[in-house]
């Protein structure tokens, strides 16, 4: 499965200049690992940093306009990191997979004062030669300025044999070159980039909306606040059903109090989440459950979709939970990334049970410098922390010990 290696931030938000793992300029660092997790102190920018994917993502779906005015966006204006008057830039470096050749994505994003709508100023998907050497620049088989540029057709790159080199223009400055051009199959690499990032999974759950009672029918994967919890459960249980009866009995056992966990269909052709607690004989239903539950139950589900997202990121997922449940979510979590075909997980947080989990080339630290602007580093590039942990000392004791730098924990 795809996977980022490196990704760098500028000019949005709080993020004027942040840098997680390698770029085709900084191709030295080591790549990002398949579970991270962002820690810092409220305000230091790890909100900026998700939203930064979902910014991605939306720019994709809907254009930049609409992402920049998305009600918790405000506005390009908003957007901009203050003071600055470059445009927002954003580099993905990743691989299709683990022996592919690195394709480095460009997106830059820029304000026109005279129609006051922001539009795409650059885009380019860069990916070296079969066989050339990691030195000096890539060759760009998408690049776009203004709206005009060129594209390499087919598998090859730059005038290799089986590459044809046509011209782009766009008609609408606001829509990303990649969601037209990745809708054709004679650009196979920009469809499987297309493809890549529109299959991000960014949670936004919310309990109270798992509570409700869809209209039965099952759906192949949770959505992103899980409204669709019940018709999630129906799609496993009618797909996988002896799997995914394996699945509930160890979910059960992972949740304290529950021994079972079962969908129903009402009578009105609507399903019920039905939770059978330890001393009870009559059983509960999610609309009775406890947030913390239903997080849970959630959590633990989605690392057993069997065709799961290539990005999921999950932002303080801690919120409701027992603290005694977050470091074997957190392996859970672990365990599901590192499997054959498993995704990136991106995770927020401010619990250390949840680090404890956690080595140091996962955890990477966000604080805001004397400027007001974030940044960014590895605890693995932390001498201290690194010794320390080499000796035994798990790291969310180093993190609520202060050993993680200036303002944290």
Same mark, same amino acid.
């Given at each position: 499965?795809?996977?980022? %290696?490196? &990704?760098?931030?500028?000019?949005?938000?709080?993020?004027?200049?942040?840098?997680?793992?390698?770029?085709?300029?900084?191709?030295?660092?080591?790549?990002?690992?398949?579970?991270?997790? &962002?820690?810092?102190?409220?305000?230091?920018?790890?909100?900026?940093?998700?939203?930064?994917? #979902?910014?991605?993502?939306?720019?994709?779906?809907?254009?930049?306009?609409?992402?920049?005015?998305?009600?918790?966006? #405000?506005?390009?204006?908003?957007?901009?990191?203050?003071?600055?008057?470059?445009?927002?830039?954003?580099?993905?470096?990743?691989?299709?997979?683990?022996?592919?050749?690195?394709?480095?994505?460009?997106?830059?994003?820029?304000?026109?004062?005279?129609?006051?709508?922001?539009?795409?100023?650059?885009?380019?998907?860069?990916?070296?030669?079969?066989?050339?050497?990691?030195?000096?620049?890539? $060759?760009?088989?998408?690049?776009?300025?203004?709206?005009?540029?060129?594209?390499?057709?087919?598998?090859?790159?730059?005038?290799?044999?089986?590459?044809?080199?046509?011209?782009?223009?766009?008609?609408?400055?606001?829509?990303?070159?990649?969601?037209?051009?990745?809708?054709?199959?004679?650009?196979?690499? &920009?469809?499987?980039?297309?493809?890549?990032?529109?299959?991000?999974?960014?949670?936004?759950?919310?309990?109270?909306?798992?509570?409700?009672?869809?209209?039965?029918?099952?759906?192949?994967?949770?959505?992103?606040?899980?409204?669709?919890?019940?018709? $999630?459960?129906?799609?496993?249980?009618?797909?996988?059903?002896?799997?995914?009866?394996?699945?509930?009995?160890?979910?059960?056992?992972?949740?304290?109090?529950?021994?079972?966990?079962?969908?129903?269909?009402?009578?009105?052709?609507?399903?019920?989440?039905?939770?059978?607690?330890?001393?009870?004989?009559?059983?509960?239903?999610?609309?009775?459950?406890?947030?913390?539950?239903?997080?849970?139950?959630?959590?633990?589900?989605?690392? %057993?979709?069997?065709?799961?997202?290539?990005?999921?990121?999950?932002?303080?997922?801690?919120? #409701?939970?027992?603290?005694?449940?977050?470091?074997?979510?957190?392996?859970?979590?672990?365990?599901?990334?590192?499997?054959?075909?498993?995704?990136? &997980?991106?995770?927020?947080?401010?619990?250390?049970?949840?680090?404890?989990?956690?080595?140091?080339?996962?955890?990477?630290?966000?604080?805001?410098?004397?400027?007001?602007?974030?940044?960014?580093?590895?605890?693995?590039?932390?001498?201290?922390?690194?010794?320390?942990?080499?000796?035994?000392?798990?790291?969310?004791?180093?993190?609520?010990?202060?050993?993680?730098?200036?303002?944290?924990?």
């Amino acid at each position: 499965m795809a996977r980022i %290696e490196g &990704i760098r931030i500028q000019n949005y938000r709080s993020l004027k200049d942040v840098t997680l793992g390698k770029t085709f300029e900084n191709r030295a660092a080591d790549p990002l690992q398949r579970l991270i997790a &962002i820690i810092g102190t409220n305000g230091s920018g790890k909100s900026a940093l998700m939203d930064a994917f #979902g910014f991605l993502g939306d720019c994709l779906l809907s254009g930049v306009e609409e992402a920049c005015e998305k009600s918790h966006r #405000g506005g390009f204006e908003r957007l901009q990191t203050k003071g600055q008057s470059e445009p927002i830039r954003f580099e993905i470096y990743y691989r299709e997979e683990t022996k592919a050749r690195p394709i480095s994505y460009s997106l830059e994003i820029d304000f026109d004062e005279k129609t006051g709508r922001p539009y795409v100023y650059r885009e380019r998907l860069r990916q070296r030669r079969k066989g050339q050497k990691m030195v000096g620049q890539p $060759y760009s088989f998408l690049e776009v300025t203004n709206g005009k540029g060129y594209a390499w057709a087919g598998e090859a790159t730059e005038n290799e044999e089986g590459s044809t080199k046509i011209d782009v223009k766009l008609k609408d400055p606001r829509r990303l070159g990649i969601t037209t051009l990745g809708n054709l199959a004679e650009h196979p690499r &920009i469809v499987q980039f297309r493809q890549f990032l529109e299959g991000w999974y960014l949670s936004y759950f919310f309990p109270e909306l798992a509570r409700g009672m869809p209209v039965a029918g099952a759906q192949k994967h949770l959505n992103r606040t899980g409204e669709n919890l019940a018709n $999630y459960v129906q799609f496993m249980e009618r797909q996988h059903s002896k799997k995914f009866a394996e699945v509930l009995q160890s979910i059960s056992r992972k949740i304290p109090g529950i021994q079972k966990i079962s969908a129903t269909r009402s009578d009105d052709g609507r399903l019920l989440l039905q939770f059978n607690e330890r001393g009870y004989v009559d059983p509960f239903y999610a609309l009775d459950m406890s947030d913390g539950t239903l997080k849970m139950f959630a959590y633990l589900l989605l690392l %057993e979709d069997p065709d799961p997202a290539p990005l999921i990121g999950i932002e303080e997922p801690e919120n #409701g939970l027992h603290h005694q449940l977050l470091e074997p979510l957190a392996k859970e979590m672990k365990h599901y990334a590192g499997k054959p075909g498993g995704p990136q &997980i991106i995770l927020t947080t401010h619990s250390p049970y949840l680090i404890d989990a956690l080595k140091p080339d996962e955890v990477w630290i966000l604080e805001k410098n004397e400027n007001g602007f974030s940044s960014v580093i590895r605890a693995a590039d932390i001498p201290s922390v690194k010794d320390l942990y080499a000796e035994g000392l798990p790291l969310g004791s180093l993190w609520y010990s202060n050993h993680f730098g200036r303002g944290n924990p």
